[in-house]
């Protein structure tokens, strides 16, 4: 029985966890609860995969109501791929947060992190196991709210501005989501994904369902941070509490991206958004201008969260690069990446949170001489950074070697060599650091600076371990993205 | 009344008196109310009128309250660029519902696909008249309580920005209005009227417009006239805040609770049918039940933002 109900629980057990974290109201409590909710999530996240892998998709009806009267459930390669993703960065992250949080957040909004965390963890895993487009922007709203509080709940004041500013655009975002959700209501009278896809080709030539496509692509690509749509994000994830930001770069964007895959390829289909709509010569130059503007920021900030921030659009780029070339191995890539983005940024930012509980500032300057005080920390950090920049071994060449070789399919030569430079401006920013860390001049706290304590480097090399893992053993990460690019192409050819 | 909308739109822009304009935003959803009323979106126009019309402007106020009335000049430049978004955006607006069906086309998609088993067989799937209710709490009741976390995730926000006093009392700046007799006589007369409309609304809602959204937000609003007009040491004397709080949190875990029990006696997540002896009992007694979760979250969360606002002045 338990095995029919897994969908309906990969939601609600953190949706529970919630206002359960709420009505505790203590700080290790809320932690407790909350991680365990995390991880019970990651548990049912892998069997869900197992279990699409071995059957194919799976349908939920919810209140037992067919779709599309209903609401259902419906997970295949790409969204158990991207359920995984979430929850298993939600659940490494969440362990790393205890000492990182109680040191960054006022000890009496701890335990609303916590239920922030939960409520932010629902309604991500709530838009990628959808099949059902409204529940999509409910559950956004759900996640979409609890972020601008985790990240306006840090002690840094200029992260209130952030979070301002993040809700301002992602307000936006959302209603142009809702407005071209409502549009495509009218012209089908249906909510439901896979009954969208079936009736929208009788009215793909209307007005209103190419404004609807408009309407939807600039609202997901707001909350995707998709260049130039990006302007929230650097300040977001520079001032967010430490965790949090780990949280976010290897969850909330990427599920805003499953969306567009969802939107373009499932629901649109590749004929109406490539063809029709001539979709890829907009996302072309915007992904390529993202990355290469985005990444020579990056070189010129002295944040470092910050231009991890900055790294985090140009990474964007890439995923929507691979889409923009609509071949199973562009998509292969951009799924990829996804997965291995969410590796590498979450690692980055977790061996942050490590330097700024013992230097309480990441900032260029006072990172210099870390690399002898703190060598664990910024030995992941190191390694992360090679992952970042593509080096073999690495979940970062994986990524951009299949790019690459979806570039050279289709005889775009230049193009790979732009991935190529690119990488350069990667080594660039991250090279700084390292310069910083461990050929700089130390100051005079240096002496002071201890090694971060056991509960924050273990998750935070359990993350470090999974980018090299990943980067040798590919057989899960490219066997399931092949399978889903496949799923998502295929349904119109 | 479109015409109407459009005049109180324009002049929310361009009037700089926030106070004023926070005034216009409830004309604003008055009017909207009616429009729906003329549509005959009943229930519709009653949230948006408890909801725009009423509870949001007394938030509107009590954030006007904690900053300014005045809004600050923006520097011309950014005028162009947000003028420039707006255009594009309304002139896509525009060019979208060039094709969409005329209003009232018996023909149009959205009558003919799924509307036509929700207004034809509700009555035996469910067994309860207002169709609206069915569609909002079975059918898409997992929607619903999406909704009903959303307003609690916004009010847990509010919480963690203001936060609230969990202990002691919440002193207002300028004491309560107390002193003025006529506003006293009519909030006493008042309060048990608002009171007993809101469980009306509350238990109504299978037959008639309403339900526990705009249930939750009139049983608030009740709360909020005392606090402001006997001070807030008498309302939190009645409601404290932590009590309050955690009610906010029991609504959702009410409604998720019915969906976990489905769930455990064997059928799917808030597949109401197994609850009861016969499938529409259950859909009866599963409908009451969220309705109830929503409305406690509701007006919890009302309350709290409410509380947070009030409580927010004193530690300044």
Redesign the interface.
Known sequence: ?IRT?LP??QV?IP??A???C??LHHSRLSWGLATSASWVALFISLALLDQVLATGPIS??????AA????EYRIDEINAFVLLIISGISAITISFARTSIEHEVHS??VY?VY??WM?CL?GLL?IAITG?V??VF??L??SS??S??LI??SRDQRALTAAFRYLVMGTIGATFIL?GIA?L??????LNMSDLAA?IPS?SD???????F??LTAGIGLKAAVFPMHFWLPNAYAYAPSAISALFAGTATKVAIYLLLRFFFTIYGVEFSFETMKLDRILLPMALAGIFVASTVAIFQTDIKRMLGYSSIAQIGYIVLGVSLVSVTGVTAAILHLFNHALMKAALFVALGCVFFRVGSVTRDDLAGIGYTMPWTMGAFVLGGLSLVGIPLTVGFISKWYLIVAALEQQMWWLAGLVLISSLLALVYVWRVIEIAYFGTPGDRSTEIKEAPATLLIPTWILIIANIYFGIDTSLTVGVAERAAQALLGNAS | MLSLLTVTALAVARLDQLFAAVMLFGIYSLLSAALFVVMDAVDVAFTEAAVGAGISIILMLGALALTSREQRPVPRSRHWIALVVVVVTGA??I???????LYADPN????????P??LQQSMQEIGIPNVVTSVLA??????T???T??I???A??V???L?VATEGRIEPKTGGLEHYLILRITAKFMLPLILVFALYVQFHGDFGPGGGFQAGVIFASAFILYGLVFGMENVTAVAPPVVV??L???G??IY?GV??VS?LM????????ILGHEPTHGQHLGIFLVEFGVGVTVAASMISLFYAYASYQREK
């Open positions: 029985m109900q309906a629980l609600v949706l529970l919630g206002p359960t709420l009505l939920y009806e919810l209140g037992g109501w599309p009267w209903g609401i009496k909004h609303l239920t922030g409520l629902t709530g059902d409204f529940n409910v559950f709203e759900i709210l609890s601008y509080l306006s709940l407005i549009l209501y009218m012209m089908t009278g249906t009736r009215v209307t007005r209103t369902v190419k404004i609807a408009a309407f | 896509g607006l060019y979208g519902t060039l094709d969409i069906p149009a998609p959205a009558h003919l696909h799924v509307a088993r929700y079975s059918y898409r009741g997992y929607d309580l999406g909704e976390v959303v609690f995730t916004a847990v926000g919480i963690g920005r936060g709080r955690s906010a949190a029991i959702v875990l998720a969906g976990v769930l064997g059928s799917n997540f808030l597949d109401y049918n």
